[in-house]
């Protein structure tokens, strides 16, 4: 049976983190290239290498208007601009699957998307499946199976398996181990997480999200 | 982080194929492939064209041909899970469902999965071989155990595609936009072997854009399947694989394609074992004659002669899951 959570899993801030709007600059503050939207006869403006450009990126709920760099990725943008460091860096080349954010509902690797290319798209982080104070089912399911040991690669693990039930609510454990296949565990919880996720799809037919 | 680069997202096609014919540019696609390259410093950019802003080149639409239409920056997630391609062309379905991680899957493209970099150790770390313009391949003499068993010269990678080899034994076309227009060539011929040229992997042309892949009607009695060999379950290139397309009319095979995967610079499609089988009921006496034609004349390295049994057995359980 599950153990009683912890005090400290119902404190997590819901959404954007105390350091949230450290990194929303505010707009207008530097003239920057702007990503426009030409016509058939007006070429596109490019993006300076090193001039910041101005962009809209929705996070969880949020919309942020900030300043960032062509070669800024998602996930930088994330931790070091909007305080949400949940998201975590880890080999940073689309193989460990630690920086796992939802894009449209759908895990993405968060290292290997350009800032710029997140704009106009609904980016989801561990935050953002808070549930006030409380956490949501996925997470609430990790914690309850201890599918994890150092949880370095936990955050990433819960959006693959948030993602993987948006689109299969009932997965079978092949087709949970297939879906979190892209999330690598050097602990070697892995017994451990597909019990979560399918604690979890047990959750979430009771009104989870 | 990333080495700096400049970024533009055209709205037009037109406009793309523009900004790309710049010296210094590259295409965006889903970015997964380019943005580790330039990490690992493979190649420089200074300016990215990402193609996010042409919607016309997302989607899978029927052609009057009774084919289907799949836009190049289609994700390789949807061209997995879309039911006409899983009734109609299941290698394809199967491939691409093969191809790296959920993540990956889900923001690359079929164009990218198609023009992506070879995963060679030499050419993505530090040597300056062959494919980068330096005097040798490096896998000849060296750590070679992924490295190809057919048509290396000069250099001696495997194409890493899962899609490619599936699309070549559907007899795919591609699309190519440029600044005078488009020109559709045959997948098979979209690829470029050492032998007629080390340095590029594709017919490409700088300020080309791979804008569609079209997938012909399939034959009578059409069947096909990729079957793919890796070093675990799930994530990972092929260390062998083949895709095989069938048209089987009235117990006899028709129509035959066979296509290996990490066997060669290209996906290598084997007219013997194509030869093997038509005119042949698919019998397993049939199916060991290709399969033993499909590796004849094979050329292993000093690491990787286990791909050759690997491939010959690929290409046999492909064949006998057809025979079903």
Redesign the interface.
Known sequence: MARKPRDNEHTCPHGVSRRGFLGSLGAGAVAAAT?G??G?TA????????EP?KVTLLVNGRRHRLLV???W?LL?VLRERLGLTGSKPGC???EC?AC?VL?DG????AC???A??AEGHEVTTIEGLMRGEELGPTQQAFAAEDAFQCGYCTPGQIM?AE??LRAKPAPTVAEI???M???LCRCGAYPHIVKAVRRAAEARKGGGR | MLPSFAYVRPTTLKAAVAALAAPGTRAHAGGTDLLGCLRDRVFPADTLVSLAGLPELVGVTPTAEGGLRLGAMTTVATVAGHPDIAARYRALAEAAAAVASPQLRNQGTLGGNLCQRPRCWYFRGDFHCARKGGGKCFAVDGENRYHCVFGGETCFIVHPSDTAPALVALDALVRLAGAGGSRVVPLEKFFVPPSADFTRETVLEPGEVLTEVVVPAPPAGARSTYRKVRARGAWDFALAGAAVSLGIEGGRVKHARVVLSGAAPIPWRVPAAEQALIGHRLDGATIARAADAAVAGAEPLADNAYKVPLLRCAVEEALTALNS
């Open positions: 990503l939207r030409p058939e070429p596109p403006e490019v993006a300076d290498a090193v450009s760099e062509p070669r990725t930088h940073e080349r689309g699957g796992t894009i759908v895990p993405r690797y290997l998307t350009l710029l290319e693959a993602g993987l181990r297939l879906g296949s892209g999330n």
